[in-house]
């Protein structure tokens, strides 16, 4: 079971700069997951650390920093770096971004051994090209490895979309090979057509369009990567993709996918679907390297710090529009009792009348939903018992 997270700060400081217990081996990897906003990049990293430390709601931009989860598992450590979501400066204005929500990602993906690159494919608007930012990152730091995760496959209900997706995303290469995707069901557009899990890459014929993975399985990790790989198609027309390389503005013009992941994993991060699968295969990509924390850390945040993310979440679930983006939160009480429960008072400022109106709902139910969501939330993180009291005043 991962560790709680520490309710005193004190406590989490000291466990943040305690020396990491390394094994005799120790193999480590840090992870930087990207992609557009919303595509669940916070639900898959919680689903990964098996705890919920990262806020998640529909809205865009519910991650603010970049903030570090950490898994240890037997001798190895996989570090993962969420991220808020890739954006334009525009767009930042617009929602009233830090500047650092334009830069995180950036230097996450510099410091990374490894990127996952997460595409919601229940967005149909969007899920058959990645975005110039996520593309302008990939070719800025060509020599990083990465991998393309299909997010919220159970939502499709035309499975065999996936293929073309697939396609469409890694330009039809994917470890350095141009092969043709064949499928191995029938193209069944009911909301029961499995996902293709099973599905056989092979060499393609001259004529045919190119598709997707190569090579021989390695192990279960890879069996399960949401693509079932096979070499028995015959290596005749099989052609060796050129390695990465910088790409300038020009380049990704016309580019709609990357023509550089090592693998296609297919998963439902929020019904926790495939994740294990990718957990898996993470752990085998570590590389030996001493620890970078304690075993008995989880995440880099402050219990504050944890504490405001999970509160905002709610207000942006539960508020309309932009509304929740201009909502201020001050802790005013921070205690811990002496059966180890935990009282916290925050106040919620808000700009307008109108807005606190909103916030608090017909006879206090919308605030008393955030209040009692949010602490459960928080006694799942910390594993004791949290009293959380909310307040809203105009400020």
């Known amino acids: ?158 499975k065999f979309l996936l293929l073309e997706i697939a396609t469409d995303l890694t330009e039809g290469i994917v470890n350095g090979k141009k092969l043709e995707v064949k499928s191995s069901f029938k193209q069944d557009s009911s909301s029961s057509a499995k996902c293709p899990r099973q599905t056989t890459w092979a060499s393609p014929p001259e004529s045919k369009v190119p598709g997707s993975p190569c090579g021989q399985e390695k192990n279960q990790a890879q069996e399960g990567s949401g693509l079932d790989k096979s070499s028995d198609g015959g290596g005749a027309g099989t052609q060796e993709a050129p390695g990465p390389r910088h ?5 990704l013009k016309d580019m709609k996918g ?12 929020l019904r926790g679907e495939e994740v294990d699968t990718l957990k898996r295969y993470l752990l085998m990509q570590a590389k030996p390297g001493p620890w970078e924390f304690h075993s008995d850390v989880l995440t880099n945040q402050s219990p504050q710090e944890i504490c405001d993310n999970i509160i905002r979440e709610k207000v942006l679930e539960y508020l309309p529009l932009e509304v929740p983006y201009g909502v201020t939160q001050v802790t005013e009480i921070w205690e811990e009792g002496e059966c180890g429960d ?36 928080l006694m799942n993180v910390f594993l004791c018992d949290v009293r959380l009291k909310l307040k809203v005043e105009v400020k």
């Open 1 to 158: 079971h991962p560790p709680p997270v520490a309710t005193d700060k004190e406590e989490q400081k000291r466990l943040l700069e305690n020396r990491p217990d390394q094994p005799q081996n120790p193999k480590v990897l840090r992870i930087a997951i990207i992609g557009a906003p919303n595509a669940g990049k916070s639900t898959l990293s919680n689903q990964l650390l098996g705890r919920k430390v990262f806020p998640v709601s529909k809205k865009v931009h519910t991650t603010r920093c970049k903030a570090r989860g950490v898994i240890t598992h037997e001798d190895t450590q996989l570090i993962i770096l969420d991220t808020p979501g890739l954006t334009n400066p525009l767009k930042a204005k617009r929602h009233k971004l830090e500047e650092a929500m334009l830069t995180d990602p950036w230097d996450s993906v510099k410091r990374a051994d490894l990127v996952l690159v997460l595409v919601d494919v229940s967005d149909h608007w969007t899920r058959n090209s990645l975005s110039k930012e996520v593309l302008k990152c990939l070719s800025q730091f060509p020599h990083i490895p990465s991998v393309l995760v299909l997010n919220k496959v159970d939502i499709l209900k035309k």
């Open 247 to 251: 790409c300038g503005p020009e380049d």
């Open 342 to 377: 935990l009282l916290i008072m925050q106040s919620l400022l808000v700009p307008r009348e109108s807005h606190k109106r909103m916030l608090i709902g017909r006879g206090g139910k919308v605030i008393s939903r955030i209040a009692r969501e949010a602490g459960q939330d």
């Open 258 to 269: 990357w023509p550089h992941f090592q693998e296609i994993f297919m998963l439902a991060a």
